[in-house]
């Protein structure tokens, strides 16, 4: 089965077809929600809640047009409102998937400089969670899922002035939160 026949399954009322999304889409789905979100359980629900809302809303869907981006912006967006929702900053701790930088600080050769290098990575982490959800949403967007400004637009059916915007603003609060912090 190809992701086609799948949607075409769905559309026909077989859920045997939402098995083959699941599989196929999942993990980036888990792992984008989280990098917004920080708490593994609640990613894991909001994803579980979208592949239920795409089985329900998928009747509407273009079937012309890739399923991914459809649904990774629903995992965006649902993402950011249970931020909002919940009307919290999850704090960074032992718990944080540090497995991102494995791969980076593994190719750095002194310990010195890994340890260095994992300070960096930690200041980064606990900044982004002082941004908003969605300027969070959108750094992920750009850096995880290497989204174009323009495909970031097009999926949140917002300007491209206005993602340039966001993106801009979480980047200058970025900037401004790391260099509070080594003038500390």
């Given at each position: ?26 993990v980036k789905a888990v792992r984008t929600a989280y990098l ?149």
């Open positions: 089965m190809d992701e086609q026949q799948a949607i075409q399954r769905l559309k026909q009322g077989d859920i045997s077809g939402l098995e083959f999304l699941v599989a196929e889409h999942q917004i979100m920080r708490d593994p359980a609640l990613a894991e629900d909001v994803v579980q809640d979208c592949f239920i809302h795409a089985f329900h809303a998928i009747r509407r869907f273009d079937s012309t047009r890739p399923f991914e981006p459809w649904f990774m912006r629903s995992v965006v967006n649902a993402a950011v409102k249970a931020m909002q929702k919940s009307a919290r900053q999850v704090q960074v701790g032992n718990g944080a998937d540090e497995s991102l930088f494995v791969e980076i600080a593994a190719r750095v050769e002194s310990v010195e400089s890994q340890v260095e290098s994992i300070e960096v990575q930690n200041q980064i982490w606990e900044a982004m969670q002082k941004l908003s959800p969605r300027q969070r949403a959108v750094v992920v967007q750009r850096y995880f899922l290497e989204m174009s400004e323009k495909e970031m637009a097009e999926e949140s059916g917002a300007a491209v002035g206005t993602i340039k915007w966001l993106l801009n603003a979480a980047r200058e609060r970025l900037r401004g939160l790391l260099a509070e912090r080594s003038e500390k």
